[in-house]
């Protein structure tokens, strides 16, 4: 049985898949300090909670923050006795290498998502991540990783004009009901709302009109299913596509060994 784990900024997710679909998905905080044995104590909890009554014999990890991985490898190692694949280091490899300038090193995130929507989609793909960052992938025709955009996340823009406008509260992100606001908190919902379905819009259709090709926009990530509510803005949304990454790069490296 295969623990998927994907670690971001903010949220780490534990999946566990027996090879055709996902019996449980849990989520976490990301916090670096945890150690292996509070990981194992957290998940043999919730797995016992949910009944969830399977032998762990392998894992995978995707991490954009490196000082988590030791911890996971250690969970790993002692708990499941297997020895994790971690996207991004030599010993796994990818379906279809990315295609970047010599020297760059793509987020384990954004390799994932491309194989998992390459995998269910084809090829000629921009995902947008709704993450810590918004990110927009583009996914080759061969379904390589060749490039992107890297813009502020949602979450991250509100709290930047809460803290450096101090007479602006914190707000939740939530589709106004008009785009004039009528008090604070509505206005700056609509400039946060309409704003990032602008970004969305334009950004993808400059890579469009770069990329000189019809290209599917795939959306994914904690908050696609809100911006789905503006229309034509995307042309699938997949909430598990991440996860569905890694059992995609787990299987071409079974093949492969």
């Known amino acids: 049985m295969l623990l998927a784990i994907d670690c971001g900024n903010t949220n780490t997710v534990f999946s566990i898949w027996d090879g055709t679909e996902f019996l449980a998905t849990w989520r976490t905080s990301t916090e670096w300090?945890?150690?292996?044995?509070?990981?194992?104590?957290?998940?043999?909890?919730?797995?016992?909670?949910?009944?969830?009554?399977?032998?762990?014999?392998?894992?995978?990890?995707?991490?954009?923050?490196?000082?988590?991985?030791?911890?996971?490898?250690?969970?790993a190692d002692r708990y499941f006795n297997c020895r994790?694949?971690?996207?991004?280091?030599?010993e796994c490899a990818l379906p279809m290498p990315p295609r970047v300038d010599a020297g760059t090193t793509v987020g384990p995130d954004r390799l994932v998502n491309s194989a998992g929507a390459f995998?269910?989609?084809?090829?000629?793909?921009?995902?947008?991540?709704?993450?810590?960052a918004t990110t927009f992938d583009v996914v080759a025709e061969d379904g390589a990783y060749v490039g992107g955009v890297i813009a502020p996340g949602v979450n991250l823009s509100l709290e930047a004009?809460?803290?450096?406008?101090?007479?602006?509260p914190h707000v939740d992100i939530s589709r106004p009901s008009g785009v004039i606001g009528t008090n604070t908190v509505a206005c700056m919902q609509s400039g946060v709302y309409?704003?990032?379905?602008?970004?969305v819009r334009e950004i993808c259709?400059?890579?469009?009109?770069?990329?000189?090709?019809?290209m599917k926009i795939i959306g994914t990530g904690g908050l696609a299913r809100?911006?789905?509510?503006?229309?034509?803005?995307?042309?699938?949304?997949?909430?598990d596509l991440t996860m569905h990454g890694l059992t995609v790069i787990h299987d071409f490296n079974k093949e492969t060994t």
């Open 33 to 75: 300090q945890r150690t292996a044995d509070q990981y194992y104590v957290w998940l043999a909890t919730l797995m016992q909670h949910r009944k969830v009554d399977v032998e762990i014999d392998e894992v995978i990890i995707s991490s954009t923050v490196p000082r988590v991985v030791f911890n996971l490898r250690v969970l």
């Open 84 to 90: 994790p694949l971690v996207v991004g280091k030599p």
């Open 119 to 132: 995998d269910r989609h084809g090829g000629n793909l921009i995902v947008v991540d709704f993450g810590t």
């Open 161 to 168: 004009l809460h803290h450096a406008a101090a007479a602006l």
């Open 194 to 199: 309409w704003g990032y379905v602008g970004v």
């Open 205 to 214: 259709a400059r890579i469009r009109a770069e990329y000189a090709k019809p």
């Open 226 to 239: 809100l911006f789905e509510q503006a229309e034509n803005l995307f042309d699938a949304i997949e909430d």
